[in-house]
């Protein structure tokens, strides 16, 4: 069966099927291996796409505009800084103009409530580029990294350690469970996800005769995992007021050596980045002015040993975000 994605949305990994999410993943490799042949590929030359960003980004801006330039796009952003969604005039008067002037609208905020209202403001495609929700677009480029290492995808168990509800394990327990993959979320139950999350999670699995966990025993979560993952515990908003209380509380959650030697001999370690593993980053410094004493640091959600580690994939992650993205937008936009 051809896969035809033309003019659709993508706001988040459950509005598609199995084999949508593995054509692009398979699409993500073909532009991966046009790159490093130096081979042009401006599939969409003569197209516009404009960054909403209302959120802070490093690697999913420059993913997206890196993605686009190499696609023969051209490429507009507007940051909080610049301009406001709904300050100087109607959010509906912004994306009409918008519609006429781009072909795609890329949108990253704390809000999927608006993303969803920018879906039926417009008649191009809307991509999320991440909310407080779901992050659809990293899990493209994670699932690319999962499968160059293991060569399949179905079958393996994925492990998430820290905070099970989060913006992360959220997309990630999606995009396993609707690809066979096992998936574990482990932290303190009070951060758990909504039961209907879990419940929603829990029936793409069975769909896909994989499974869905979530568990506070962090010896029975590890065992036999092929891939941690993991993320800050700390969001930028809340820097200059840093929570004690939940870094606390997840710190027995974190990744260091005694955790991946649990684990299965070829297993790999995995973050999306930014990663809090050592002092060197401003932000570190300012969070650690903030933490007592007697906390012994050495990295938070991840140790600096396992994060430079072979079996680490971080880098690998983010360099396969360009070719995830070019794979989401061609597909999306190509003419036939």
């Not at 109607?90 to 999927?112: A, L, P, T, W």
């Not at 290492?149 to 469970?177: E, H, Q, W």
């Not at 092929?226 to 509380?249: C, F, H, Q």
Request: glycine share 4%; with cysteine; proline share 4%.
């Amino acid at each position: 069966m051809e896969i035809d994605l033309r003019n659709r949305n993508l706001l988040a990994m459950q509005d598609f099927t199995e084999e949508e999410i593995l054509y692009l993943i398979d699409l993500a490799s073909d532009f991966k291996r046009l790159k490093k042949e130096k081979k042009p590929h401006k599939f969409l030359e003569g197209y516009n796409l404009i960054l909403l960003f209302e959120e802070a980004s490093t690697r999913t801006r420059t993913s997206f505009e890196v993605a686009a330039f190499d696609l023969g796009m051209g490429v507009s952003l507007i940051d909080s800084e610049t301009s406001k969604l709904g300050a100087k005039e109607s959010i509906e008067d912004s994306i009409n103009v918008f519609d006429r002037y781009y072909d795609g609208i890329v949108y990253r905020g704390n809000k999927q409530d608006m993303l969803e209202k920018l879906v039926n403001m417009t008649e191009v495609p809307i991509y999320n580029a991440m909310t407080e929700k779901t992050h659809p677009s990293q899990m493209i480029s994670d699932m690319l990294t999962i499968k160059e290492k293991f060569g399949y995808l179905r079958g393996l168990n994925l492990v998430y350690l820290g905070y099970p509800g989060d913006i992360m394990p959220n997309s990630l327990a999606i995009t396993c469970a609707k690809l066979g993959i096992n998936f574990t979320a482990c932290g303190p139950k009070e951060y758990f996800p909504k039961k209907d999350f879990i419940d929603l999670s829990k029936d793409f699995a069975k769909d896909n005769k994989s499974s869905v966990t979530y568990t506070e025993d962090l010896d029975s979560a590890i065992k036999g995992a092929d891939i941690i993952y993991t993320d800050m515990w700390i969001a930028l908003t809340e820097i200059d007021k840093v929570p004690i209380d939940r870094i606390y509380k997840l710190y027995p959650y974190r990744v260091d050596d005694k955790v991946m030697e649990k684990t299965k001999d070829n297993s790999i370690f995995m973050h999306c980045l930014p990663a809090f593993h050592d002092k060197k980053s401003k932000l570190a410094q300012r969070v650690l002015d903030q933490l007592p004493e007697d906390m012994d640091f050495d990295g938070m959600e991840v140790t600096d040993k396992v994060f430079r580690s072979a079996k680490s994939m971080v880098f690998d992650q983010t360099e396969n975000r360009i070719p995830a993205v070019k794979a989401i937008l061609y597909a999306t936009l190509r003419a036939d």
